[in-house]
Nanobody
Framework: QVRLVESGGGLVQAGGSLRLSCAAS????????SGWFRQAPGKEREFVAA????????RYAESVKGRFTISRDNAKNTVWLQMSSLNAEDTAVYFC???????????????WGQGTQVTVSS
């Protein structure tokens, strides 16, 4: 079992930056891929970024490429999402997830956090 807790969300002006953290509990976390998803009001949850268990493979949604960076430190059981050049379209609840790499990139991981709100003011 893996428990995920996100933090770092908040209100930021357009063009600004924010870093989200996902703290995981569970001895097997380092063997799981991780990812970030987001859900804006009235929209379906969408994939944002994924990282393999080793951190050597990453994937990003086209809408965030070049602006967001996913990283992890297995010794700290933590995954981060560094977000820059934020715009109003990035406003959403951001969720951390973990499971196999395939399930993360296809949006079907088994383990989810509770989400953290990111609001970008224009």
């Amino acid at each position: 079992q893996v428990r995920l807790v996100e933090s770092g969300g908040g209100l930021v002006q357009a063009g600004g930056s924010l870093r989200l953290s996902c703290a995981a509990s569970g001895r097997t976390f380092s063997s799981y891929a991780s990812g970030w998803f987001r859900q804006a009001p009235g929209k379906e949850r969408e994939f944002v970024a994924a990282i393999s268990w080793s951190g050597t493979i990453t994937r990003y949604a086209e809408s965030v490429k070049g602006r967001f960076t996913i990283s992890r430190d297995n010794a700290k059981n933590t995954v981060w999402l560094q977000m820059s050049s934020l715009n109003a379209e990035d406003t959403a609840v951001y969720f951390c997830a973990a499971d196999t790499y395939l399930t993360v990139v296809t949006g079907t991981p088994n383990y989810w956090g509770q989400g953290t709100q990111v609001t970008v003011s224009s």
